[in-house]
């Protein structure tokens, strides 16, 4: 039976090529008179999205102030930077433009801010979600889904936690601004990357316990079929805008939660990924491209029918009905190929990780509070983390 | 090329069995002190919704007065009484328990009241939304999709007009608690008539010039397979959960335009139904089992290849590749044959419309401004209406 559950995603989101010169008009919208806009290296000046921005908010008489630097699988050094600097500056709204590392580090500034304590203590459980800064964002890369989300990743540097805050309605951006054109200028790696991280947040939802989900396995699909359909497409043509609208709207919705209402999830390939990122900071999607095939290998007799039904309505694999095992592992046998065909690592090996290090990656997990078990579908602890891992050297 | 859009949902939706205990907890989150309870006839109270909502007040301390007897197709006086009644009472917030018709009112004396001219004003395009009492529903009928939507519904008793007002992200409700429960106790009829309004919201918003709309095809898709799939279910069994859960999650899904951002719509079946409910008032999903295929059958030959889609993914149809046009009408075929096996009318007469009435159908919606042409698919004039109509008498 379909859980109860609560859904409520009262982001504004304006996409279309040119929405980012509105932006200005979304701040004073949401109230914000004094900004801090939150980047990372030079591409944003390089694709125009930062020169819009800040032209918009000019043109709206808002002052910003800048935080610059943030890096993939962002850090917390750079949160700290950030909320000192917003109190200093008296910032009231938090402007991310960028990717998910970004958005991520907007919205740790943004509840970090008013908050007495250290940030961290929203990720280890001292403390809950009651107010924060509003956050915008002008999205960049199409991946993460933190544009709609209401969850944020930080690595503490302190230890190496690589860890997701709790998940809070509180922390999703008041707007943000979806521009296709934005992300045409991205290297084929990125792209690639960012498709496997959405499919991975639409599978983390897909594979579940919960009966009768027929609707939201059926936009789970819709949005798997999207994707495969239009990474290639804008791998091979940057500018094909389809393509790109197609993935920036499928990113969104893969993790705004639209398809995962009422049911049971999963994510134990993300928190298997996260030691991943952690040890080799290797992007998040090659990391996913090589753990999810694993753990699909690892969980799928668990429940042959729901990976047959994969195969089928994901990857149009013929079913056989004889041997529907068959059906199942086809299809992930499609996953490892088509992550190929994007030129993503599926192995071990091609992000760099070593063999040696698979037992300090699961102690290093189990330092986690509640570290295990984890994994809604199959209980995932540390010996089937460690197989798990030992799987993805060879595929 | 996709086109630009705002998506905006804020709408917080509380969902499953017993969520309308929660109903007070809602109200005093969004604001609300003293509640204006917006409802039909008695099963809201044979149904246990009206017993829990209120209860559920109470214990959180909430005050509050009531406007019963909203009908179907409802109707402009149920709006001036209930604005009448919520100034005097210094009602803060509307909460609407029961359907479409119920919420329709709720919203349109919700936006009334703080305005100081006459409602309608609004619809006629004299007045735009810039502020609104907050309104939360508790849904019984999945049909409308009002409890998610931007849009109400209202007919006019001066001149009979059943028209729509603006489309305004202003008037969506502040939440929707959504138990399938609910609706176990609706009758066949009422359940079929509401999968076919839900199917036509998703239908209008299908067929479209826009292109590069795969993202939202393959959405529309999936909730039109999930309709399909549960409403007979519902219909053999009305208590079953699984089925009502289904419905009533595709019924928002449907038409707070997740699946319709980003393309052009249609909605000349729903404006040709309104003359019928506005001459018969019959209930809406019926009109538009009766206008819907003949609408498909008048514009089939504008473009094939999407008729053929919906036939092929929708339905399950073969594609023909050499004759597209046979698989194409298979699909209306299929459509039609569906609303009959849950027992809909499919013809003029089974609604009690006459053939004698079309010219003053055609003529009556002549006076609205801007009647004609309507239809973002194939443009509609009155000769095109009064085709179709004439179309549906012989289905």
Redesign the interface.
Known sequence: ???????????????????EKNTGKLVRRFGGTKVMLVYGGGSVKRNGAYDAVTASLLSEGISYTELSGVQANPRSGKVYEGIELARREGVDFLLAIGGGSVIDTAKAIAFGVPYQGDFWDFFCGKATFETTLPVGTVLTIAAAGSEGSDSCVITLEEGNLKWGCPKSDVIRPKFSVLDPRLTCSLPAYQTASGSVDMMAHICERYFTNT??V??TD??C???L??VI??APRAIADPGD??AR??LM??GMLAHNN?CG??RAQDWASHQIEHELSAFYDCAHGAGLAVVMPAWMEFVMEHDIMRFAKFAVEVFGCEMDFAHPERTAKAGIASLRAFFRSLGMPTTFAEIGAKEEDIPAMVAHRGEKPNGFPFGGFVKIGPSEMEAILRLSMKA
Chains 1, 2 share one sequence.
């Open positions: 039976m379909m859980d109860n559950f609560v859904f409520y995603s009262p982001t504004l989101f304006s996409f279309g090529d040119g929405e009966s009768d027929e609707l059926r936009l699909q819709a949005l079929k999207t359909d239009a805008y389809a609208a197609d709207w499928s639209s209402v009422g």
